[in-house]
């Protein structure tokens, strides 16, 4: 495609290949225009629909807003918090059966999640129709006080999560409308009370993530907040994420405007349509050279063919690390870690060194969580994992390759001299490509190896 006629940014260039690589995650937002099959313009937003539509319903311009929220806490005002509820479930349910091309464009791109500042369910649908039936959706329930009953396992291209931000229409007291609703939403975000989904919050915190944001309407102080609170912003080392907003959404605050943009968060006005229509040809195009060429092929993942590998990390860092195994995984490598295969009742003092045994390869992963423990004489099991690999190295032949050095972030010098030869992977843009590609490299598969790998999954 002709750089010049493109709509994305230069300085959002590496998007493309985020997203070819599945690590963009997807954030639509009440600016995106409501389906044909209702609104015949093609152009008037979700929000503006609400807005007229609750006024239609209730015989109440909303106090002369067009902002949705103010409407709805101007109606609630007028017409009790259970009509309100009853009349907005009902408006967004018409949309259940619907979506549009935009939705339809994206929905063909390998996403993993999608974040939904709306109620509806448009890019569900569109998951659908472009055949993948293994989408799964879920909401925040900020009036709960647990998180979800059935465990979310973390998303894949072919199985992406559809979440809603604000709750969900057909659990009506889930839905963050009123200002008053907001504010307890972000008490409730904040103390993780309840928390997010795990497979979501590693996906966000994943320092690979970037995200595009379509009409998601920057121009309110609380989503400082909200993002913060996410870890969409305040992550190092992540690139530059996109986000596309009407024409005139800071004609008026641009300071708002240049503080999201400070934290990695780029903001023009453009017709997200047309970007959604490039993605997809990208895409398309992409694939027809022979498969996504961001990603390294991925090996058979078959027991003589993959390899095993530990995670070592601090507890602070399960999520993040919970993400990496999820790269690595999409990249033909086996993870083991105690979260998923220590059970209940088994001893670790037998177990963990039993499996640092038997696996092909360590990992090592250094953050500054374990900077700051280590400073401060906190104990770490991960002290005691990396002590366990350094004598097996020991046994090994010489010059083979068994620990893999994982850096996250501005972090120390490790003071254990044999981990100074052993090359470091900074969890970067390209950092799990890179170490995946590696340990691949390395691994020749024996029936030893095999036999570990079943054994270890047996486990």
């Given at each position: ?8 940014p230069?300085?959002c ?30 152009h ?15 015989g109440?311009?909303g106090?002369?807003s ?7 806490t ?8 259970s009509?309100?509820?009853?009349v ?15 939705h339809?464009?994206l ?29 799964r ?8 006080k ?31 409308l009123?200002?008053?609703?907001l504010?307890?939403?972000l ?11 795990d497979?979501?919050?590693a996906?966000l ?47 008026s ?20 349509a ?8 990208r895409?398309?195009?992409?694939v027809s ?16 063919r993959c390899p ?7 507890s ?46 360590f ?6 969580n ?21 004598a ?7 010059g ?5 050095h ?12 044999e ?29 030893e ?7 270890s999954?047996?486990?």
């Amino acid at each position: 495609m002709d750089p010049r006629s493109s709509v994305l940014p230069a300085r959002c260039g590496g998007l493309v290949n985020k997203i070819h690589a599945g690590e963009c995650v997807l954030v639509l937002g009440p600016r995106v225009a409501m389906p044909a099959a209702i609104c015949p313009d093609g152009h008037t937003p979700i929000d503006d629909y609400l807005c007229q539509k609750l006024a239609e319903e209730l015989g109440d311009d909303g106090g002369g807003s067009c902002n949705l929220r103010a409407v709805l806490t101007h109606c609630e005002e007028k017409a009790g918090a259970s009509t309100l509820r009853s009349v907005f479930q009902g408006l967004v349910g018409e949309l259940d059966q619907h979506t549009t091309d935009l939705h339809r464009d994206l929905a063909s791109l390998p996403i993993r999640l999608v974040l939904l500042a709306t109620p509806d369910r448009m890019m569900f649908n569109a998951f659908r129709e472009v055949g993948k039936t293994g989408v799964r959706e879920a909401y925040y329930d900020y009036c709960s006080k647990s998180g979800a009953d059935v465990p979310l396992s973390l998303p894949s291209s072919d199985k992406p999560i559809v979440y809603s931000l604000f709750g969900r229409h057909d659990h009506p007291e889930s839905m963050v409308l009123t200002d008053k609703n907001l504010l307890e939403y972000l008490v409730q975000l904040t103390k993780e009370s309840p928390p997010l989904p795990d497979s979501v919050r590693a996906t966000l915190r994943a320092p690979s993530t970037l995200f595009l944001f379509v009409g998601f309407g920057f121009a309110y102080w609380w989503l400082r907040l909200l993002l913060k609170v996410l870890q969409v912003t305040g992550v190092e080392n992540r690139l530059l994420s996109l986000a596309l907003e009407d024409t005139n959404t800071f004609s008026s605050d641009q300071e708002n405007k240049g503080f999201f943009e400070s934290a990695g968060i780029y903001i023009q006005a453009g017709d997200w349509a047309a970007l959604a229509t490039e993605l997809a040809a990208r895409y398309r195009a992409d694939v027809s050279r022979g498969g996504e060429s961001s990603k390294p092929p991925v090996q058979s993942a078959t027991p003589d063919r993959c390899p095993l590998v530990f995670l070592s990390f601090a507890s602070e860092d399960r999520e993040m690390v919970t993400a990496l195994a999820h790269g690595l995984q999409e990249r033909g490598v086996s993870v083991w870690q105690d979260s998923q295969n220590l059970r209940a009742g088994q001893n670790w003092e037998e177990r963990i060194p039993e499996c640092i045994k038997r696996v092909d390869y360590f990992v090592f992963v250094q953050t500054e969580n374990m900077d700051r423990r280590d400073a401060a004489g906190v104990d770490g099991v991960y002290n005691r994992e990396l002590k366990l690999a350094l004598a097996r190295v020991a046994d090994k032949p010489y010059g083979a390759v068994f620990i893999f050095h994982v850096v996250v972030g501005q972090c120390r010098i490790r003071p254990e001299p044999e981990l100074a030869p052993i090359q470091r992977f900074q969890l970067d843009a390209s950092g799990v490509d890179a170490l995946a590609t590696r340990i691949r490299e390395s691994f020749t598969p024996t029936p030893e190896t095999a036999v570990s790998d079943r054994a270890s999954h047996a486990a």
